[in-house]
Nanobody, 122 residues
Framework: VQLQASGGGLVQAGMSLRLSCAAS????????MGWFRQAPGKEREFVAA????????YYADSVKGRFTISRDNAKNTVYLQMNSLKPEDTAVYYC????????????????WGQGTQVTVSS
């Protein structure tokens, strides 16, 4: 599975960004997808995840109510809509995939994209 994340950038606090992650190499609907992030000097952390059929979603408490994960299986793409961005959301954002059900754990994911930088200025 190959994953290509895009959509990062520099924004001011309170603004929005939408990240995209295009997947190839396997039937996309069979993959659970997750978004994770890593700030400088910190461990990679869970942000959001979605099941292959989009019936199940999970969010980190820190982004709940501000971020929305979705997917378009016809386009082999998963999205992360990020609203009301805060400076503490600044990080490299990674998309990841796994076969079977969605989880919140970094080690559960088998394939990772290259990451896209999100910087939120105050």
């Amino acid at each position: 599975v190959q994953l290509q994340a895009s959509g990062g950038g520099l924004v001011q606090a309170g603004m929005s960004l939408r990240l995209s992650c295009a997947a190839s190499g396997r039937t996309f609907s069979s993959l659970a997808m997750g978004w994770f992030r890593q700030a400088p000097g910190k461990e990679r952390e869970f942000v959001a995840a979605i099941s292959g059929n989009a019936f199940v979603t999970y969010y980190a408490d820190s982004v709940k109510g501000r971020f929305t994960i979705s997917r378009d299986n016809a386009k082999n793409t998963v999205y992360l809509q990020m609203n009301s961005l805060k400076p503490e959301d600044t990080a490299v954002y990674y998309c990841a995939s796994r076969i079977q059900y969605a989880t919140r754990r970094v080690p559960d994911y088998d394939y990772w994209g290259q990451g896209t930088q999100v910087t939120v200025s105050s």
